[in-house]
């Protein structure tokens, strides 16, 4: 039934970052990008970063938490805990088993987390890195076809995907530096890694993905592969029965007057919100695609699928 | 259920907290114009980088000084202002830079923090600086008592928690006692570290780099003749915010997660014996409300009386559908309301209904404003669907 349509092209990149403001269903889409990938054959894994555990709660899945658990035919989910990822980084560097205990024995290896600001994100971009190698470094590590990452809101976004060359220039000779160094040539890797923006069909919305998308290509120099607006309003009606309706809006029976006066309200949303659809096609260089909105009290797995049948 | 206007009276500061995505920008906006409009001098303060306020105010920038609002904008929207409404966009790097300037016992010390490398590239990035620098400004204007009324709209925190966290986390931070302890692993310190510390220490520079710790031992030994003025600056905006004129609105969406947030952040609250004046939950869908007091109106007997007035079957089907996916959605919200108002224990639970039009102007706030300051009597008939 997916096998029809082909996937989107982005999709044969190995490394996703879907991202956006705050409150736009990030989650769901990258769930529902990630269903797509899996249905199509492609092994496939969803990154929560920050210890959250959103993708998970879509599936309804009790806590994954720093592990890879198989969420559906194809496709896993993990979230990224920081510290998990800092004592996973110290275990791969470190082949001398005393010298790791006497790391993790003395309290200096946490002490050094606590200090040094951005370490937390740098490992967890490395963990990223870790997921998306075939070669994976983690002792019999599933190999992944494509990984996509539930990135953070906008304003925190930019400056997640920008730690590597922050600590590239922090860090300026050493080991760090050279691995921060390769993290950001995996980011601006435009060949394989790519991002895609979750946008809302509202005034400001749209103007903070615009701006969102320009920082992104710009100053963190990630491709941007397109941009998703979402929970966009069917068009129900038509302008003239629109008008008819309008008029039953002011009548007096209770009943009918408020199922008029909610088909005017779908109505007027749904015509602007084409018109947010036209600004943002304006305003950004990313092809622009439409994903409907759910008349879901609560989006589940279910609407995940809906909505990775209807991405293209 | 009190209004917005009786929830803030006697209060200096009103600080709009809740996750990101729920309309707190347009909120703080919105409480700011209508205070301002019943005679008070009102400063909104956000430190969004978005230039939401600004877009919303009608404004083209904003800056780190507070600018006030051209009253002729009111009048061209036929709003009338009593008071004075004055906006600013927080600039966390400068307010910090501020900081260090204030608390340096002298220029050298001074110069030394803000001429240090890491501090250049991390002073934005650091965990909690944001949240601390706008508490900071907020501080620093309540002092100066220039305005009537403050009020701040907390920065997009991946978690609203994240902003009452932020003095202690960073005034840890800067104390850096973590750091100074491995920096000199011999004696008292290397007792603290744990035995072998000089060992981990040696496998550490390793795995990082010297240079790199060496950086970071000068950036906290810049700080360190700082830190207790820090500590003694946090200590007293913490005061701030647990003072009784301050008052914390919780603003969250109508869905489950966000009101579970909002669930959350009130527990921590009432923790940490800040004062919470209410929650104000935006986007609600209005007509199952409306229609309860009326009793279930089935589908297919809704759908014949819409036939007999529209005059056409599908037409009729049609809006019948539609309506029944809208009184899910209020059904929703009435339950997920409920559940907040419960878990809140609270009867200052205001909600703004989810407009028609997109709210993005001094128009639209205006709008907003109706429900937020809506007397008893008026909240009756915007129930009722009257207003």
């Excluded at chain 1, 005393?98 to 740098?122: H, N, Q, V």
């Excluded at chain 2, 669930?263 to 409300?289: C, D, M, Q, T, W």
Aim: charged share 25%; glycine share 8%; aromatic share 6%.
């Amino acid at each position: 039934m997916l096998g029809i349509t082909p996937i989107p092209e982005f999709l044969d990149k190995r490394l996703v970052f879907v991202t956006g403001k705050g409150g736009v269903g990030k989650t769901t889409v990258a769930v529902a990008l990630g269903l797509r990938a899996a249905e199509a054959g492609k092994r496939t894994i969803v990154c929560e970063v920050a210890s959250q555990e959103n993708a998970s709660r879509v599936f309804g899945h009790t806590e994954v938490g720093f592990h890879e658990v198989e969420m559906a035919e194809n496709l896993w989910s993990i979230s990224i805990d920081p510290d998990e990822s800092m004592r996973e980084y110290v275990l791969l560097q470190l082949k001398v088993r005393a010298m790791r205990d006497l790391l993790f024995r003395s309290r200096i290896f946490s002490y050094l987390a606590a200090a040094t600001p951005g370490l937390k994100e740098l490992v967890t971009i490395g963990k990223i890195w870790e997921l998306a190698q075939l070669d994976r470094k983690v002792k019999s590590g599933r190999k992944y076809d494509l990984v996509i990452v539930d990135a953070p809101a906008t304003g925190h976004g930019i400056g997640f995907l920008q730690t590597p060359r922050t600590f590239a220039a922090i860090a300026r000779v050493g080991p760090i530096h050279s691995q921060a160094q390769q993290l950001d040539r995996l980011i601006t890797d435009r060949e394989h890694t790519g991002a895609a923006i979750v946008a809302l069909p509202e005034e400001m919305p749209v103007n903070e993905s615009a701006a969102l998308e320009s920082e992104l290509r710009s100053e963190v120099g990630v491709a941007v592969d397109r941009v998703y607006l979402n929970g966009l309003y069917p068009e129900r009606f038509e302008a003239e029965e629109a008008e008819r309706l309008a008029e039953l809006a002011e009548g007096e029976d209770g009943a009918v007057r408020a199922a008029a006066r909610a088909a005017v309200s779908e109505h007027g949303r749904a015509r602007s919100q084409r018109a947010q659809l036209s600004r943002l096609r304006r305003r950004v260089e990313a092809p622009v695609r439409t994903l409907p909105f759910l008349f879901e009290p609560e989006l589940g797995v279910e609407g995940a699928r809906e909505l990775a049948r209807r991405l293209h | 259920m009190p209004a917005v206007d009786e929830i803030l009276e006697g209060k200096d500061i009103c600080i709009c907290a809740g996750s990101g995505g729920v309309g707190k920008t347009t909120t703080s906006a919105a409480i700011g114009m209508g205070m301002a409009a019943r005679g008070l001098k009102v400063c909104v303060l956000t430190i969004d980088p978005a230039k939401r306020l600004a877009d919303s105010l009608g404004m083209r920038e904003l800056g780190n000084e507070a600018e006030r609002v051209d009253p002729a904008l009111f009048e061209r929207h036929g709003i009338e202002m009593k008071g004075e409404l004055w906006a600013m966009m927080l600039d966390a790097k400068a307010t910090f830079d501020e900081l260090v300037a204030r608390q340096a016992p002298d220029e050298e010390s001074r110069d030394r923090v803000l001429e240090n490398r890491i501090y250049q590239q991390i002073s934005n990035a650091l965990a909690g600086s944001q949240e601390y620098m706008a508490m900071e400004k907020l501080f620093e204007l309540h002092t100066e008592g220039r305005f009537d009324l403050l009020v701040l709209d907390t920065p997009p925190s991946r978690n609203a928690l994240d902003f009452l966290d932020a003095p202690r986390r960073l005034t840890q931070f800067i104390e850096g006692r973590s750091l100074r302890v491995f920096m000199r692993p011999t004696g008292l310190a290397a007792r603290v570290a744990g035995r072998g510390a000089t060992v981990a220490l040696g496998v550490l520079k390793r795995i990082v780099g010297f240079d790199l710790l060496a950086d970071l031992a000068e950036f906290f030994n810049a700080f360190s003749g700082m830190v207790d003025g820090f500590q003694a600056r946090a200590k007293r905006v913490n005061n701030l915010l647990a003072d009784p004129h301050t008052c914390f609105l919780v603003v969250c969406g109508p869905q489950g997660e966000p009101i579970g947030e909002a669930v959350y952040f009130h527990r921590k609250l009432v923790e940490a014996k800040l004062p919470f004046g209410g929650v104000i939950v935006n986007k609600v869908h209005y007509p199952a409300e409306r229609l309860r007091g009326d009793g279930d109106v089935g589908g297919g007997e809704l759908e014949a009386a819409l036939a007999a007035k529209l005059g056409g079957e599908d037409l009729a089907r049609r809006v019948a559908a539609n309506f029944a996916d809208y009184q899910a959605l209020a059904e929703r919200d009435a339950r997920n309301i409920e559940h907040l108002a419960a878990e809140l224990r609270t009867s200052a639970t205001i909600r703004v209904p989810y407009l028609d039009e997109d709210v993005h102007d001094l128009g639209g706030l205006a709008e907003i404003d109706r429900y937020l300051f809506a007397s008893a009597k008026q909240r009756e008939a915007i129930a009722a669907g009257r207003a």
